[in-house]
């Protein structure tokens, strides 16, 4: 009995360290648990600060400029220079027709790339006049598209207070909009909208871009193909100039984007 007894007290000894030791694993366990969600959400919050700060937003649309600028040349002085020797052999061309089909095709394709080489890198850009840019960029988009094209700007708008950072991205989210219009809209007309305040409003500058196009439902997820549209470049360049962009649509009405920088408060 006494070895019984003994042997009793050994198991419920037994069982009671288990018991303690299991019940400290769970507590270091949940209390790990907790801290690990914590220091997750921390780490996630902190990289979406990162992600939508401006330093993150400058350097991530200047590798994209810059990327920009590496193809254009690229197009320039291989591609275009390779389609102007091409046609110089097709001119020696005897078939009329054949070296008229064969030239023409190759004049359209080097016109095509200037064009590419153009839109990916402006020069005209640096002049930091913007009604002068999206005047050229409007004339472009015509020649290219046969849609009809107007650019209304109010006799003395005003443009000086914008930066020359303010005034490339805000020539970017013009130029996008009507790449847009291109891929997308079905367009027939397009109005480009360019002035200051009106009333009440808070001073600064109003662009508009208006279509006639097939529109489409503003309401609907465009999660997986946004970058599609262009939309997150756009945004991402508001964004970084502080400027207010909003995109309205209705199936079968057209759509507008609309960009408002306002005057920075001294």
């Known amino acids: 009995m006494e070895n019984s007894a003994a042997e009793i007290e050994e198991l419920q000894a037994i069982i009671h360290n288990y018991t303690v030791f299991f019940l400290v694993f769970d507590v270091v366990f949940f209390v790990g648990l907790v801290f690990s969600v914590i220091l997750l959400i921390q780490y996630l919050k902190s990289k979406k600060e990162l992600r939508t700060s401006g330093d993150y937003l400058r350097y991530t649309i200047r590798g994209q400029e810059e990327e920009r600028g590496r193809i254009a040349r ?37 016109s095509d790339v200037r064009s590419m080489s153009y839109n990916l890198a402006p ?23 046969g849609i009809e094209f107007r650019l209304v700007a109010t006799e003395e708008l005003n443009t000086d207070f914008l930066t020359r950072e303010e005034n490339f991205n805000l020539y970017r989210i013009v130029q996008e909009s009507l790449i847009n219009v291109m891929k997308h809209a079905q367009a027939s007309e397009v109005t480009v909208l360019m002035r ?28 997986f193909g946004i970058s599609h549209f262009g939309l ?26 609309s960009v408002v920088k306002l005057c920075q408060k001294k």
């Open 123 to 145: 020069p005209d850009v640096t002049k930091n006049n913007l009604s002068a840019n999206v005047m050229n960029l409007c004339q472009i988009f015509q020649q290219q598209t």
């Open 196 to 223: 200051n305040e009106i009333g009440d409003e808070e001073k600064g500058l109003y662009i508009f871009v208006t279509d006639d196009g097939i529109g489409f439902d503003e309401n609907f997820d465009y999660t």
């Open 74 to 110: 690229e197009l320039h002085d291989t591609i275009a220079q390779d389609l102007r020797y091409c046609r110089s052999i097709a001119e020696e061309i005897k078939d009329s027709a054949l070296r008229s089909d064969i030239t023409g095709l190759l004049s359209k394709s080097l």
């Open 232 to 257: 997150v470049g756009m945004k991402q360049r508001a964004d970084l100039i502080g400027a207010r962009l909003e995109i309205t649509s209705e199936p079968g009405e057209g759509s507008q984007v």
